[in-house]
């Protein structure tokens, strides 16, 4: 009873703190400053996947050229993707098919 007990009030704690802000914001109103930068959120979110993604490929014993260069090659055209559409699934739908054929290629 006890797990179940802790899993309840974590998964409670964890919906808290996504709901409060929301809650808040809509009462309060989100400020100038918070809405210039949650702009950045998603490009943001995308470089740190892409960044952990290179040093996770770059420092495997077995890890060759080209499995540092495919994260980032995917990354590339995600980015050219998203300044060209601005639309975040574009960067998604360009960069994901080149980052499978690039670790297909190398072996992944």
Known sequence: MTVWLTLLVAGAASYS???VPAVLVDRV???ARVERISAYAVPVTFAAVA???VAA???VSTAG???AVAPLAAAGVA???ARRTGSSLAAIAAGMPVL???AWGAGR
């Open 65 to 67: 050229a080209l499995d």
């Open 100 to 102: 499978w054929v690039l």
């Open 51 to 53: 960044a952990d993604a």
């Open 29 to 31: 109103g989100a400020l």
């Open 17 to 19: 703190f996504r709901l």
């Open 79 to 81: 980015l050219v993707a």
């Open 57 to 59: 490929r770059a420092t």
